[in-house]
């Protein structure tokens, strides 16, 4: 069993104010590399503040935090942002697109940040824009895509550092029903052909349904953990 991701009695409080907001109360769990995990709950659950807390964008207030076995509390913010860049893809539900730049120059933002030299740069990104099936659209603007085609730049802009862990928060939220399958299809090849760990956070039971694993939470606690043996 390889472990990629473990919490324990992870909490996390929101202060506002003189009024402290309980998020997250006491989250155990684990997820092994490989799995596709769907993570599901009304608003105000604690999805999305799992997911932040997973991802290196927040800070619990109490609990325990593993992350290929580091321990994210002892994580300096440089070191924090060091790993968000190179072991960990996030794709959200609004793209999270730079208008000025094409597709390529797009993908090949985390792979700078990386100082990864150009040639090799340009051609990382080409080939993780061929993974998601938009290789002859590299030179295209975001205005010059179709909703499902930009959500596929970002997803390539995800996996060109070729991460441990994929986060997904609600990434159809703003797609039409044909376009969401077409991307859930993609997430489930990842997972499926290249082994990629994806924790997706989702409102939509047939979403949901492409997890091998899914997740309940509720009132900032674990309300059901189901594992398909399909």
Known sequence: MDILIEVKELVKIYQLGEIQVPALQGITLSIERGEFVAIMGASGSGKSTFMNILGFLDQPTGGLYLFEGINGENLSREERAEIRNRKIGFVFQGF???SKYSALENVELPLIYSKVPGSRRREMARRALSAVGLGDRSHHHPLQLSGGEQQRVAI???????????LADEPTGNLDTKTSKE????????????????VMITHEPDIASYGKRKILFKDGKVAGDHTSRL
Do not use: D, H, W, Y
């Not at 990842?190 to 760990?197: F, R």
């Open 96 to 98: 999270n697109l730079l």
């Open 156 to 166: 390539a802009r995800a996996l060109v550092n070729q991460p441990s862990l994929l």
């Open 183 to 198: 991307i859930m299809e993609i997430f489930k090849r990842l997972n499926e052909e290249m082994g990629i760990t994806i």
